[in-house]
């Protein structure tokens, strides 16, 4: 899986990485309109809950991130 090795590489950087949670959208055709909108409620869900765990996680790692400035 290449976002399982990109996120080895990365690591390897010391770059910091959100780990969990991991969304994989299948069925792209069926999930964005022609638009490009998202328009199916269970992915949208599960971005959601991505956004939700990353601004969660930037809290906890800024003091991290203040050391790399």
């Given at each position: ?61 800024s003091p991290a991130l203040r050391l790399y400035t």
């Open positions: 899986m290449i976002q399982l090795h990109l996120r080895q590489i990365l690591t390897h950087v010391g770059a910091l990485t959100l780990g969990k949670p991991e969304v994989l959208v299948a069925r792209a055709g069926q999930v964005f309109d022609a638009d490009g909108r998202l328009v199916d409620d269970a992915a949208r869900g599960f971005l959601r809950d991505l956004l939700s765990a990353l601004a969660d996680w930037i809290e906890r790692v």
